[in-house]
């Protein structure tokens, strides 16, 4: 291995003895196969056992190791140093959350928001297990999927100003979220999801920055699923308003 | 929680009213605005076409007639609304947090005004 | 919001208030949300058209010779258009991605729709153009 290295510049926030977050930086080996993920690892094994972060599977599919690395939300396992050397890594919690300690943010504010999305299968009735399984088409899947494939990684939060400027605001995640299981052909809970997402802390508030889309790893795409929200609860009231005798469709 | 939920709807069907509104008027003002604003603020005061397509004359003619009127009246009208909407939430991007209500009040105020304006206008003209 | 206990000390950290031009992708965003201005003001000088229109032949050539075709209002006119062009192709394209068609099974792929939009944008200024200049 080549004795290149590269600097990386972590935030430091230790509660019990400061009162506010510093940076520390640390030199570390680089390669063009090692992630942000790896030096961190390294820090904390060779340089610096007292850093603390989050992670996990090391692969993309957990959600855990989600940091700012130079100003972007990135997962620091899919985030390759060769796209940073020979340049400073800057390596900070992800915005728009509070900091535990270091590069740990707090997560319960989105925690309990993606509970208020009730995301499970509300069906139309109950079915008993002797009557078998629900079915869909490949068709009805594709109507969802996309949004299925969330790993709860917070990027979005962090690259949502909305989110930054209003705390409130249920956030790119949830939302999609919503919309996955409102799409889904087996679920009848659409009226209910719509009625905890169309309040001022919800799909209203959102400006379609479009910033989440952007940043997702997995390609979700929360900004169509929430604009996509938004028409059909405009459509659903407008309905409802001009045509009071008309049926929603689901 | 039931109560904050029902609260939390209501002002949401509030939210969608406007936004319906906005989103209409995106549509409209996305088609037709531009060539408004060329034939009417561009290309012929500047005479790249014929001065008189803006003239007296054609104009009286064309805004008397009631179909006109129609759609002048909801190219206003979905305008303004499309522009208080979107111009609200410009202002809270910009972080101006604490009169939210009070610009929500002054956007779609001035645009019902604007509205009624332009009926007014509209049938003025015979 | 689930509270956290206070001897975890939290850190909050402040947000920009310029948070809208730490990226260019923010930046051009503010911008398409600032074409709504000048939707705004071109109807309202739309608005004091009709009005002089409302007054009489004197009025209204007064409006177009003196106030229309004044150097000013002419490059007012140039930033009207410049934004105004800014709101229809962000909105046509963003149709792409809000407005699901489905044929069938199947849903069109957003190129298409957007293709519709902007198709839709050229037939409706063809036919005002026409009207305007034809009548």
């Known amino acids: 291995m080549s004795a290149q290295t590269v600097t990386l510049t972590v935030t430091r926030y230790r509660p019990e003895q400061e009162d506010r977050p510093t940076q520390q930086s640390y030199a570390v080996p680089y390669d063009e196969d090692l992630v942000v993920l790896d030096a961190l690892n390294f820090i904390k094994d060779e340089l610096d056992g007292s850093l603390s972060y989050r992670w996990s599977c090391r692969m993309g599919i957990c959600g855990s190791c989600g940091m700012m690395v130079n100003g972007t939300p990135k997962l620091t396992c899919s985030a390759f140093l060769r796209d940073y050397y020979p340049n400073e890594i800057v390596v900070e919690p992800l915005t728009n959350f509070p900091i535990i300690r270091d590069l740990v943010i707090d997560m319960s504010d989105f925690i309990v928001k993606l509970g208020r999305m009730q995301p499970w299968i509300v069906p139309a009735q109950e079915k008993p297990l002797s009557e078998g399984e629900y079915r869909q088409t490949p068709a009805q899947v594709e109507q969802y999927r996309q949004f299925s494939m969330c790993i709860n990684c917070m990027l979005c939060y962090a690259a949502c100003p909305v989110y930054g400027m209003e705390p409130l605001f249920i956030g790119p995640a949830a939302l999609a979220l919503a919309h996955r299981y409102n799409m889904d052909s087996r679920d009848a809970g659409r009226a209910a999801r719509l009625q905890e997402v169309i309040g001022s802390e919800g799909i209203a508030e959102c400006t379609y920055v479009g910033e989440c889309t952007v940043v997702c790893p997995k390609h979700v795409d929360p900004a169509a699923a929430i604009q996509r929200t938004k028409v059909v609860a405009t459509a659903d009231y407008y309905r409802s308003l001009l045509m009071p005798w008309a049926k929603s469709p689901r | ?126 | ?135």
């Open chain 3, 1 to 135: 919001m689930i509270e956290a206990p206070p001897e975890l000390k939290l850190y909050r950290r402040p947000m920009a208030r310029a948070w809208w031009l730490k990226n260019r992708r923010y930046t051009l965003y503010m911008l398409r949300e600032i074409s709504s201005v000048f939707i705004g003001v071109w109807i309202v000088l739309f608005l004091v058209q009709l009005a002089q229109l409302g007054s009489g032949r004197e009025a209204y050539q007064g409006f177009v010779a003196g106030f229309l075709r004044s150097p000013i209002v002419i490059i007012l006119n140039l930033a009207i258009f410049v934004f105004v062009m800014v709101h229809s192709i962000t909105w046509n394209q963003l149709t792409g991605v809000i407005q699901v068609v489905r044929i069938g099974d199947r849903e069109l792929p957003s190129r298409y729709v957007a293709g519709g939009a902007f198709a839709t944008w050229l037939v409706a200024s063809l036919v005002i153009a026409a009207v305007m200049l034809a009548a």
């Open chain 2, 1 to 126: 929680m039931q109560h904050h939920v029902e609260e939390s709807a209501k002002g949401g069907h509030n939210e969608l009213f406007w936004y319906g509104l906005f989103a209409a008027g995106g549509v409209l003002t996305a088609f037709v605005v531009p060539i408004h604003v060329l034939i009417n603020n561009l290309a012929a005061p500047l005479g790249l076409v014929p001065v008189e397509t803006i003239g007296y004359e054609r104009m009286a003619r064309l805004v008397a007639h009631p179909l006109v009127k129609v759609y002048l009246f909801a190219l206003i009208a979905l305008g303004l609304f499309h522009w208080a909407h979107r111009f609200r939430y410009v202002l809270i991007d910009l972080g101006v947090m604490g009169a939210r209500e009070l610009i929500a009040v002054l956007a779609y105020g001035s645009a019902i005004a604007g509205t009624v304006i332009g009926a007014i206008l509209l049938l003025r003209v015979t």
